[in-house]
């Protein structure tokens, strides 16, 4: 059995067997960090705002009491599971602007600290109640939460945990960013998977979860119950529609009654939904459809969170998107990428670069940027401030998350092929009758011995890993992104696998975004 943290305090620290780091992480966190006052609070954590003494940057830090099991010495698996779980899908997620960006990880005998990026907006539920919100507005908030289900689908993680709660605002701006925090109970689950773990939070959990029977979906019951509250500001239920949002939030009002966690649980089995009163008499009829299909108590009728994003309500930003419009889209998508993957596609550059007329204009902007520096290459800054010129809404961290993630060879500044493999249209190169050629002729050139497999020594020199700085760990963990048979060489077929992408540009709907004049910023 699982002791809660305060047995821990109880231990003597001259005897314990407690090691300071059970996870690995860095241990100086004091050393980096100052901590500040308090911002907020779950059942698992408290959360402060911190500077980080380098640059004097803010995060939100997370602290995370560690839970030992009765011997005092061992982590509880349930604390692991938790702490790694959350880590991991940040990691999955790493260059997502829809997610509150984890920045460092670090552990003491007592905590583990993260340190994310810091939301200064308040809670999604405390500017909806305070403040008067137009559908419009409904479907630019509604969009990001489906944006996070579908990044998170995508990568095969149910998210079981989505509420208003862990959705904050980047800052105070009208049209801040709304980020997503928290992610401890999220999990991996395939598509076709079924899982039986209860789980969730009342009124935004999905009926299927309540039997015991559920998948990926039951994520978009809890997206269509955030949209449905956000259009309406109150509970969607027919026998508990005059129970509003701030009733729920700020406590009961005189005379009413509070809405329990069972009165949460009965609605959901057994009323049906209200999609009569108002204000659905002047919701248009796209806003109604895709809430209702959202919340289809079928989970296989229901409309998938990639789908949801086509959707009509949002056809402004569904349409199709100039190439520079894309941009920000583009770099977070080959954010998804792993280190591997996104050097393997700077090789495979050299060799399409010179034969595609298509890249063409990608050349030139980078061109562009490269005149005015006169001729030097340009840095993060320069890129970010084409982005800004573009008319990305971006703040500088932001900006830097993406622009950073190209510059493969750590120089400090984005050569031509580092660009042009993070922006390139894949899914349609790959569809070239040349594609074959190029990823042969692209492997040939990291094959230096001719062996026919690119070992590690050729393989640390494609990442830029310097073996005797890092250790083995930074190329065993690319490796691990690659190697299908676990030989630790890469041969054609697995080469072949890793370039196989199958984003479509489609896809780009998954990330916001951030065009001032669209729905993402309208
Ligand atoms: N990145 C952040 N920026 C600003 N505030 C934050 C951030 N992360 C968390 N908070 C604040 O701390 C609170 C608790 O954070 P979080 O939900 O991650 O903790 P938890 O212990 O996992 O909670 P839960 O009870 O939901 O499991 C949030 O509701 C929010 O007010």
Known sequence: MATASPAVDSIDSSDV????????FRTDFKEAYDLKEQIGRGAWSTVFRGVEKADGHEWAIKIMRKVHLEDGCQLAPAFMQRTDREIQVHKALRKSLN???????????????????????GLLWQRVSAEAYSERDAARLIKQ?????????????????LKPENLLFLNDDKDAPLKAIDFGIAQRCEPDQILEERCGSP???????????????????????IAYMLLTARLPWVDNAHVSVSHLYDGVTEGAQPFTRRDAFKALMFSELDFERPPWDIISADGRDLVSSLLQKDPAKRITAKAALKHRW???????????????????????????????????????????????????????????KRGQLPSYKDVLSTLHDFGFDLTEREGLQLIEQ?????????????????????????????????????????????????GPSEMSRLLQIDLSLSGPGELDAAMRECDANQDGKLCLQDFEE???LTDSEEDLLLFNDRKRDSIDQA
């Open 17 to 24: 067997c407690i090691p300071e780091a059970s996870f690995g």
């Open 99 to 121: 997610v509150a960006r984890l920045h460092d990880v670090f552990e003491d005998r007592d905590n583990v600290y993260l340190v994310t990026e810091l939301c200064r907006g």
């Open 145 to 161: 939460v489906l944006q996070i289900v579908a990044q998170c689908h995508k990568q095969n993680i149910i998210i079981r945990d």
């Open 203 to 225: 009124v935004y959990v999905a009926p299927e979860i309540l039997q015991k029977s559920y998948s990926l979906p039951a994520d978009e019951w809890s997206a269509g119950m």
């Open 314 to 372: 949002f056809s402004e930003a569904a349409s199709s998107q100039p190439f520079e419009g894309s941009l920000v889209q583009r770099l977070q998508q080959y954010g998804q990428y792993g280190r591997m993957k996104q050097a393997s596609l700077r090789k495979l550059v050299a060799e399409i670069a010179h034969e595609d007329e298509e890249v063409q204009h990608l050349v030139q902007a980078h061109n562009k940027l490269m005149r005015q």
């Open 406 to 454: 190209l510059d493969l060879d750590k120089s400090g500044s984005i050569d031509l092929h580092e660009w042009l493999a993070a922006l390139m249209n894949w899914s349609k190169i790959q569809r070239r009758p040349e594609w074959s050629r190029w990823v042969a002729s692209a492997f040939e050139s990291m094959d230096e011995d001719e062996s026919g497999d690119v």
């Open 498 to 500: 890793l370039l196989s």
